[in-house]
């Protein structure tokens, strides 16, 4: 099995003293890619060195709702398209709207998340979207933005409602879903698995959160996205062999820029 954590945070500080332990265990579980997420364009440069470490490891560019404004500044859209064309640089984001952790600067995290839509659509790269209490919202901006000029793009660490995921579907989004499919109170969210079509899923660990079962309330990391693998492939009724091709032709379908080389398995550890 060939396995690909489409969101991870190999950047943070929680990996500053083992990462290349991390990636040789994401390897021997059978994770042979691995896109590490940007949060702030300030910290970019540490994702850009990791993916020229790590062969199996690309990255996107953009900044966490949670981090617009203060010392972030604006989001420039300028300083996100200059970075498209690296060609480790497989997606935009994260980006989207965040109202549990501070719904206060709601107005800014929607003009950031439209720089990204924008940039996305300039690019050609997906955009990876974090949605957390904001499901009408999101809803309502996706299909006004889609209709308006189209952008391919993943609702990341999906929980939100059956509406939100059946109006990302009908758009032609992708859902992305993490170790909280493990959880034992993930009723609500195995409802929704359930009615994403096959072609349409993907899965990740968002590490060094969101340990799945049953490393929960340890430090997350790539290898154990197999846990939630196994999950999924469970609750859609199919092999965890068949289950992984799937969601690795998804991947490739939503971040082309990840089969440019098609290596999979060469790490270039340093």
Known sequence: MNLIDTHCHLDF?????DLNAIIKRA???????????????????????ITDTYECVSCSVGVHPCEVG??????NIEDI???????????????????????TNSKAQLD???????????????????????????AFILEREIKNRSFNGVLHCFTGSM?????????????????????????????VVERVPLNRLLIETDAPYLAPTPFRGKRNEPA??????????????????????????NSFRLFPKLNQDNQGSKLGLS
């Open 13 to 17: 500080e929680d990996f500053s003293e």
């Open 27 to 49: 390897q021997s579980a059978g994770v042979d890619k691995m896109i590490t997420i940007s949060t702030r364009m300030s910290k970019l440069s540490n994702l850009l060195k």
């Open 70 to 75: 203060g010392e972030e500044g604006d989001v």
């Open 81 to 103: 398209l200059i970075h498209a064309d690296n060609p480790k640089v497989v997606g935009i984001g994260e980006t989207g709207l965040d109202y549990f952790h501070d719904a």
């Open 112 to 138: 950031s998340f439209m720089v990204h839509i924008d940039a996305a659509r300039k690019s050609k790269l997906p955009v990876i979207i974090h949605s957390r209490n904001a499901d009408d919202d999101m």
């Open 163 to 191: 509406a939100l995921a059946e109006k990302a579907i009908e758009l032609g989004l992708y859902i992305s879903i993490s170790g909280i499919i493990t959880f034992k109170n993930a009723r609500e969210l195995i409802a």
């Open 224 to 249: 154990y996205v197999t846990h939630t693998h196994k999950k999924l492939a469970d609750i859609k009724k199919t092999s965890v062999e068949d289950f992984a091709k799937i969601t690795r032709e």
